[in-house]
């Protein structure tokens, strides 16, 4: 939040400055603290709705609503291109048959993958983030998988990674608690 509202003073400071605006370096800022203010602004709903979800399924008021799921056109694709931060060191694949089709809220199931894929995102700097789905030929069960070309978890945090409020369980300490 502070990352946009200090975004947003450099921005309204650099409208008001007219010779400012007219250079190619003054247009290159404010266009580079609208970025930050959009990825602030982003970061921010996208907590605010986590936590509504996390509040509304503990309530058991969360309701889902399964509909026919084309995974490849209607998950995997459209994650991939709400990747918008990539650079341009990172390739993001998909690994999905195109009729693969399931039962699911997709909504959820969307923000699901979103999530496991932004927070790959964060720890490759070059490499990739690659989404599989597919189904298994020996239980006929669907999966879908994120892979990434990142550090990983450390092997010593491992046992506590699915335990509340862990910190930092990364290498580079950007864990949210």
Known sequence: M?????????????????EAMTTCTGRQAAKEDVAIIDLSLHFIN???????DLLRASSGQMNLTETATNLLDDVLRPVSNMLYTRG???DVEIDCPKELVIMS?????????????????KFVTKG?????A???????LVYISVEDSGPG????????????????LDTLNQGTG
């Open 88 to 90: 341009p060191n990172i």
């Open 153 to 168: 978890v450390p092997e010593e945090k491992r046992s506590k990674l699915f335990e509340k409020f862990q910190e930092s």
């Open 46 to 52: 996208d907590l605010l709705r986590n936590m509504l």
């Open 134 to 140: 597919g189904v298994n030929d020996k239980t006929g």
């Open 105 to 121: 809220d997709r909504l959820r199931l969307a923000q699901i993958v979103l999530n496991i894929s932004r927070n790959a995102l």
């Open 2 to 18: 502070s990352a946009a509202m200090s975004a947003c003073t450099f921005v309204s400071s650099s409208l008001d400055d007219v």
């Open 128 to 132: 990739f983030i690659r989404f599989r």
